[in-house]
């Protein structure tokens, strides 16, 4: 058999739509010494986790726990825990997850209304309104929070009164916004919500922080069909998450992977979750300011702090930069996604890469790259 080369991958800048940095405090308390998962000292570490999870999400919602599996995972789960066949329910589209919902929603036999902007707007109060009325046997209404295909921020304040008017509840993808932008669940009446550990939170990819109000629980609780999805179906995995004294075997969680989760939510709550969206925001102003001066232009109105989506210049072929920033630079940024495909670029100012010498570092590597295309 051939030797295979020792693990040494490099040390890049990922500025991308996610992964971004690790810090060297997550990847240390992944490699603490593997608990069962049963064991008393993991159990106090995966409430502790949970615990600060709710405080992240400004929530008191008992049901809050990480899925094993990334954020496409936690959307999954809210899909098909909330939604039973023959259900009603409204998709906010303005973005690839947004249409990604929309298509999970119809495998758990949901019947989708659609209501879609251009990429790269938002949705109004009215719109929504709007639809609700339009839609009265609509159960629930999906939204992304932070559209990382085309960097629009969802304003979602106000939205739960005209919902809950109306019966409906209100599920939200958090994937790109926990952790970097203001995020009440509880103020905003958020039923349910997903995120993702390696964008905003600063953690490799693999779990998906979710919680659930008691809306939401009230619903699951009322089902008529069992969950199509035996790995996500909350009603089981409450019995393990938030089981108390009597918590069973459902799976074996991902031990190493929540050690990483409590490290970063510890981080973020070191920092203070006011003083974390406000390093987002200046970051975003700084980055903003320096690709303007680059004549590089935002595509959409209201941009996120944490995906900053710009066009690329006519002529310029932006996978060759992308390359270049790779290969010469070790920086890694994305490329556009779906419409945007080979027309934008995404760069993220997620958690522990968002920092004056991280944007310094990239403003004149693309203004380089840029020189002598
Ligand atoms: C990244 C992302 C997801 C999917 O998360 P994965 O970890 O890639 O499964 C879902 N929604 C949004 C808005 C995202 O940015």
Redesign the pocket.
């Given at each position: 058999m051939a030797t295979i080369a020792s693990l040494n991958p490099r040390e890049r800048l990922l500025m991308g739509?996610?992964p971004s940095t690790v810090p060297q405090r997550i990847l240390q308390a992944i490699g603490a010494p593997t608990l069962g998962h049963l064991d008393p000292q993991y159990i106090e570490y995966l409430d502790e986790t949970c615990q600060m999870l709710r405080e992240v999400y400004q929530t008191e919602n008992l049901l809050t726990f990480p899925v094993s599996?990334?954020?496409?995972?936690?959307?999954e789960a809210v899909v098909v825990n909330l939604v039973e066949p023959g259900d009603e329910v409204i998709v906010c589209i303005n973005?690839?997850?947004g249409g990604?919902?929309k298509d999970n929603m119809e495998r758990a036999g949901a019947t989708v209304h659609a209501l879609e902007v251009p990429w790269g707007e938002t949705f109004s109060q009215e719109e929504i309104a709007a639809a609700v009325q339009k839609h009265p046997r609509a159960k629930l209404l999906g939204i992304?929070?932070?559209?990382?295909?085309t960097g629009a921020h969802q304003d979602l304040t106000g939205l739960a009164e005209i919902l809950h008017d109306a019966k409906m509840l209100l599920a939200v993808?958090?994937?790109?916004?926990l952790g970097g932008h203001e995020l009440k669940v509880d103020a905003w009446g958020i039923d349910a919500v997903?995120s993702?550990?390696?964008?905003c939170l600063a953690c490799p990819?693999g779990l998906?922080p979710v919680s659930f109000s008691p809306r939401a629980i009230e619903k699951m609780d009322a089902r008529k069909s069992k969950v199509q999805s035996w790995y996500l179906d909350v009603s089981l995995l409450k019995n393990y998450y938030m089981g108390g004294a009597g918590r069973a075997y459902h799976h074996t969680a991902p031990i190493n992977m929540v050690y990483a989760l409590r490290e970063a939510l510890t981080i973020v709550l070191e920092e203070g979750l006011e003083n974390r969206v406000a390093r987002h925001r200046e970051m975003h102003l700084l980055l903003r300011g320096g690709l303007e001066r680059l004549g590089l232009e935002y595509i959409p109105q209201k941009s996120l702090y944490t995906?900053n989506c710009v066009s690329v210049p006519n002529g310029i072929d932006e996978a060759a930069i992308r390359r270049q920033l790779l290969t010469d630079y070790d920086i890694e940024i994305g490329g556009g996604l779906g419409i945007f495909a080979g027309k934008a670029w995404r760069i993220g100012l997620m958690g522990h890469s968002a920092t004056r010498r991280n944007i310094n570092t990239l403003l004149s590597a693309i203004e380089r790259c840029l020189e002598i295309k």
């Open positions: 739509p996610g599996g990334t954020g496409m995972a936690g959307m973005g690839v997850f990604r919902m992304v929070h932070a559209e990382t295909s993808d958090a994937v790109t916004s997903y993702g550990t390696q964008k990819p998906s995906l």
